[in-house]
């Protein structure tokens, strides 16, 4: 594999690595909504703001959202929805082998 292609693969691997906490995903899922300060959307998932903040960090430097200075506040916001269909595309196909697996018919 060349160095191009295993940067390709590395930067995939980064952003997976961005999802794999809960919270950052429901972080993701409120600023679906719109752009949130850290101190309102803190409260808004009952987090501490440093906790938040650690998180957006984390999500900002995939490049799933960026922050834009409003007077003394920061705002965030969603630059990558697709990563929420790609999360519930995820979380249909486990919920449908854990079905199949348990035997559960799907909900009509």
Do not use: N
């Amino acid at each position: 594999m060349d160095d191009r292609t295993l940067r390709r693969y590395e930067l995939r691997a980064e952003l997976f690595k961005a999802l794999a906490h809960p919270i950052r995903i429901l972080l993701l899922e409120k600023l679906r909504e719109r752009p949130w300060c850290v101190c309102e959307l803190a409260a808004e998932v009952g987090i501490e703001k440093s906790v938040a903040s650690k998180h957006l960090s984390q999500l900002k430097s995939v490049g799933l959202i960026a922050d834009e200075k409003r007077g003394t506040l920061v705002e965030y916001q969603l630059v990558a929805p697709c990563v929420l269909d790609m999360a519930a595309c995820a979380e249909g196909t486990i919920l449908e082998q854990r079905r199949k697996r348990l035997g559960i018919a799907a909900a009509e």
